[in-house]
């Protein structure tokens, strides 16, 4: 019996599959840059001035781009660049980095137009702008009335990852605005393979990169298994359903996708919340008189509902999983096996997807 190992919250787990249930396993293709590429790429940053990282999130690609930009300040005798996190990623954050010369401090979002701040982002799909990067991150953290034009421009009711769509000009015109810089990184689970330095309105170029290099044909398959392959994209649920839109192309009409993400931070939108507890109806998302965070993703959740079933390993409340939001609870890798070859049959094949977040199925 194989062990596959799938990323769930900051381990991993296994899934015993037997090999005649095992159609195969994807992930992306090791093709990662070298250090001395790396330091190479980042000497187009003048930090000979005052400049401050703004992490967007706390990955290991985020950090080794610090790190990096960190050892050319020593080798160049420059001031090291002061750190900024949100508040509630500060203590992980300083935990991150062991040298005490280091300023790691909260981000404080009325800075938004310092001409000092280096946003750092790692590029992922994304199912409204077809691309998630530093400029759409800008944009739903702190333009409201941008996302609802982007979403009354939306393609559709079905998420459409790794498309060039109109949406992602909505971010473009936004970041246009101010002038800051942009460190976009695009990444494997084993290293960097693309990053790029500049304002986030031309950063997002490096879209091309992430597609030729994660885009795969995996056909149609009745089973999928998803894990999304890193901590950050599991930690909410909003957050980790990009990984079943990069994925449920490749599912067969009535299939059913099982995503592994812990959730810990629990649902992770307004529009999650809102839903769950009564607040929102599925009819004001059809024509929203405000925006409201994440209520693309609610959409399509319930959009993709018709075509397939969808269940969740997390440590979520089944009556959330379950009552709420018509999904398939489970407690753990075992449980969801023992539930596909109960229901679909003990010679039933999966496709297992161990990095969901950076591998775009159609």
Same mark, same amino acid.
């Given at each position: ?190 290293? &960097?393979?693309?990053? /790029?330095? *500049?304002?986030?309105? #031309?950063?997002?170029? %490096?879209?091309? =990169? !992430? +597609? $030729? ?9 009745? &089973?999928?298994?998803? /894990?999304? *392959?890193?901590?950050? #994209?599991?930690?909410? %649920?909003?957050? =980790? !359903? +990009? $990984? ?27 529009? !999650? ?90």
């Amino acid at each position: 019996m194989p062990e596959i190992w799938l990323s769930y919250g900051a381990t991993e787990v296994v899934l015993d599959i037997r090999a005649e249930n095992l159609e195969r396993e994807i992930g992306p293709p090791a093709s990662n840059l070298g250090d001395s590429e790396i330091s190479s790429r980042l000497q187009s940053i003048d930090l000979s001035k005052p400049t401050e990282l703004v992490v967007l999130e706390s990955t290991r690609s985020v950090q080794k781009v610090i790190s990096s930009v960190l050892e050319i300040c020593d080798q160049k005798s420059f001031p090291k660049p002061r750190i900024l996190v949100d508040k509630s990623n500060l203590h992980s954050a300083k935990n991150m980095f062991s040298d005490p010369n280091i300023s790691i401090s909260g981000f404080d979002t009325a800075q938004l137009a310092s001409a000092n701040m280096m946003f750092i982002g790692e590029m992922e799909f994304d199912g409204l702008f077809g691309y998630s990067t530093v400029a759409t991150k800008l944009l739903r953290r702190f333009g409201q009335e941008g996302m609802l034009e982007a979403y009354e421009k939306k393609s559709g009711n079905l998420p459409h990852p790794g498309e060039d769509l109109p949406t992602i000009e909505v971010a473009k015109k936004f970041t246009d605005g101010f002038e800051i810089s942009a460190l976009e990184i695009v990444a494997s689970p084993s290293g &960097i393979v693309d990053l /790029s330095v *500049g304002h986030p309105s #031309s950063t997002m170029n %490096l879209s091309k =990169s !992430l +597609s $030729s290099r994660t885009v795969g044909d995996a056909g149609r398959n009745k &089973i999928l298994f998803i /894990s999304t *392959g890193k901590e950050t #994209s599991n930690e909410t %649920l909003d957050r =980790s !359903l +990009s $990984s079943l839109w990069n994925c449920a192309g490749a599912v067969k009409e009535q299939g059913f996708a099982i995503l592994l993400a812990e959730c810990k931070s629990g649902l992770g939108s307004d529009a !999650l919340i809102q839903y769950v507890e009564g607040r929102m109806s599925l009819d004001r998302l059809k024509n929203p008189a405000r925006y409201v965070d994440g209520m693309e993703n609610l959409l399509y959740l319930t959009e993709i509902q018709k075509q397939l079933g969808v269940g969740l390993v997390s440590v979520l409340p089944h009556y959330y999983v379950q009552d709420k939001l018509a999904l398939v609870p489970f407690g753990g890798t075992k449980e969801s096996m023992e539930y596909v070859l109960k229901t679909y049959g003990e010679r039933q094949k999966a496709v297992i997807v161990s990095d969901g977040s950076r591998v775009l199925l159609r």
